[in-house]
């Protein structure tokens, strides 16, 4: 603005003043100029005297020159003054400039040393004993992932970090590890472990690799660790984990980093605790406390109690119906770690609750009231830096909170013609990413696809699983063509796509201990459609068209009737009220769905697990 205002002067100046005064002063040189040549053609025409002729020819010259001079000293006057009057301009240009860059610079400072006042404040306010936890646990993102465990895998140690945390988190060396992380692994020693029952021995291998903070052990054999899949059948995977859980401790003990916690994670880790207090109890290790987090109870490493017993080498005594037996011939491995860890935690309240149900409980929830005294549930966050509309750059267009709505609009074009659907802004585009199993709802889905293309809405499914579902889907794609699109993949960036392109999403699930997908959906402004269950019930709080408040739609009941009302709810006040769908989206991005509280409570059980 201050430039544009200095340029207007100056044309201002050279338009006026200045131009006008030359042009008088250039007139009558013109003028004076002219006279001079008459004077002489006049001259030479009546021939006069050469004399007088000179004279006069002199007088012309001379007057002349003085009104040259004249005309050089004004336009020397008139550029000082131009000069002079620029100059002045800019140096009031500046000042306004200076002035307000100086205010725009104090209220920034200003701001800064609050909000460092304020982080000084938090971290002050956070820093308790530090304390030092082992993450142990099968998959974690980005080098293995099948699903939510893989995220929470990284994301919490990620976030524990900054919460005055030492984290390592171990994980099996697995072959189908992309290549770029493997390479940068550093190799931290290697020995032999007995495992069986009958005492064979077993290489493991410690290869090290750092990021973000977080040190992450992996531990090597490449016997055990061969599949292109982390997980393959019971009779491969459970001596492979009761070797992996073993190998982790005698790995910490080896590298002699005796944490506060060790934190298991599923049934693949569960035998730490009970190794922790029957092998390892004259260890170092025995000061560690043990946490064992449930992300989905359905799976718990059940196997015969024979093969279990000889492949974890573990003492007969922990083969009793408390601990590690289930019926009458199988061991149960997540159940035997419920018994023997320190504190269970699962990832959400309302989760920890049913499980002791028995709808809920898998057949543990005898199990789990037993055990109720030491059993938590703490939502899960989300990382915000890979999940971020902003600086996404897996996604079409990115966006903020205020150019949401139209970007959105964008990014949904641009995803139906990679899809190969309709294009059409205005559709109502629902997504559903998920593992294709009946934990997630889908049979009540597929039985109401036709009830939900109506001419107004797309389907877009993205997921891999039961072949039953997979066809389905694939049944439904050929017969709503541009109106139905299913993706039977697995693939990250097209999720990150989906999440910012879709109105809703769809999470109807049978049981969800957690539940990420709907925490990443609120995070792009797509209100997630969810049935009343473990975490989804804790994380999305329904529509209220009284008040004009909530997240997104639910439902209670596992009923397909339920599920399309639910999702006709969300299409009339997408299609008849706009304006609060719109609202709603903005609501649902700046929803904190972040680690950071969780993050906080885990730290909080750490505390209270004091050795
Ligand atoms: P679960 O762990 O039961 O599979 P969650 O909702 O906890 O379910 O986590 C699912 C995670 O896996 C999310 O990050 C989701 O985006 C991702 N995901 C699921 N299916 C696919 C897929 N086919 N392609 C890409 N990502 C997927």
Not at 397 to 425: F, R, W
Request: hydrophobic fraction near 35%; charge should be negative.
């Amino acid at each position: 603005m201050c430039h544009k205002q200095v340029f207007l002067n100056i044309d201002f100046l050279l338009n006026c003043e200045g131009s006008n005064k030359m042009s008088e002063l250039k007139a009558e040189e013109k003028k004076t100029k002219k006279k001079t040549v008459k004077t002489t053609k006049t001259a030479s025409a009546e021939k006069p005297e050469k004399k007088t002729v000179k004279k006069v020819v002199k007088k012309a010259k001379a007057e002349t020159e003085k009104i040259e001079e004249k005309v050089a000293e004004v336009m020397v006057a008139a550029d000082g003054k131009l000069a002079e009057e620029l100059e002045a301009t800019k140096k009031k240009a500046t000042k306004t400039t200076k002035a307000k860059t100086t205010a725009k610079k104090k209220e920034a400072v200003e701001e800064a040393e609050v909000r460092v006042e304020e982080a000084v404040q938090e971290i002050v306010e956070d820093l308790g004993p530090r304390r030092s936890v082992a993450f142990i646990g099968s998959e974690c993102y980005p080098f293995v992932k099948t699903g939510g465990l893989a995220d929470v895998m990284y994301a919490l140690p990620k976030e524990l970090v900054k919460q005055n945390c030492d984290v390592k988190v171990i994980l099996p060396r697995y072959k189908c590890i992309p290549w770029k992380y493997q390479e940068q692994m550093v190799y931290r020693g290697e020995f032999y472990m007995d495992l069986f029952a009958d005492g064979k021995q077993f290489y493991v291998g410690i290869m090290e690799y750092e990021w973000d903070g977080v040190v992450y052990d992996f531990i090597d054999n490449e016997e055990l660790f061969t599949s292109g899949n982390p997980y393959t059948n019971m009779v491969d995977d459970i001596p492979k984990f009761c070797y992996f859980s073993k190998a982790a401790l005698c790995a910490l003990l080896y590298l002699d980093w005796i944490p506060d916690v060790i934190h298991c994670h599923d049934w693949q880790a569960a035998l730490v605790p009970i190794y922790l207090r029957t092998l390892f109890e004259n260890t170092k290790l025995a000061s560690s406390k043990t946490m064992l987090t449930v992300h989905n109870l359905r799976f718990q490493g059940i196997y015969g109690l024979d093969a279990i017993r000889y492949w974890s080498g573990l003492p007969d005594y922990v083969f009793n119906k408390d601990v590690l037996k289930q019926n009458w011939n199988d061991a149960n491995m997540l159940k035997g770690g419920l018994a023997y860890c320190d504190m269970i935690s699962t990832v959400s309240n309302t989760y920890a609750g049913e499980i002791q149900s028995e709808f809920y409980g898998e057949g543990l929830d005898a199990h789990l009231r037993y055990h109720s005294g030491k059993l938590r549930g703490i939502v899960n966050g989300i990382d915000c830096d890979i999940w971020n509309p902003e600086t996404d750059e897996r996604i079409f267009k990115n966006y903020v909170v205020e150019d949401a709505i139209e970007n959105k609009k964008a990014n949904k074009i641009e995803l139906q013609k990679e899809l190969g659907l309709n294009v059409d802004e205005n559709k109502f585009v629902i997504g559903l990413i998920s593992r294709l199993t009946n934990q997630k709802g889908l049979d009540l889905v597929n039985s109401i696809v036709p009830q939900i293309i109506d001419g107004n809405t797309q389907l877009v499914v993205l997921g891999t699983g039961d072949p039953g579902y997979e066809d389905s889907f694939r049944y439904y794609e050929n017969a709503y063509k541009g109106e139905v699109c299913s993706c039977i993949q697995y693939d990250e960036d097209r999720a990150h796509r989906i999440y910012a392109s879709a109105d809703a999403l769809l999470v109807p699930s049978l049981f969800e201990p957690c539940g990420l997908t709907q925490l990443i959906a609120m995070r792009y402004g797509t209100a997630p459609i969810v049935r009343e269950t473990g975490g989804l019930k804790d994380t999305v709080e329904p529509y209220n068209m009284y008040e004009d408040n909530g997240n997104g739609f639910t439902f209670d009941r596992y009923d397909a009737g339920l599920l399309l009302d639910a999702i006709n709810r969300a299409k009339t006040l997408y299609f008849e009220h706009r304006e609060n769908y719109d609202a709603m989206v903005k609501r649902d991005m700046q929803k904190d769905v972040s680690w950071k509280l969780s993050a906080a409570q885990y730290r909080e059980l750490y505390l209270q697990l004091k050795p």
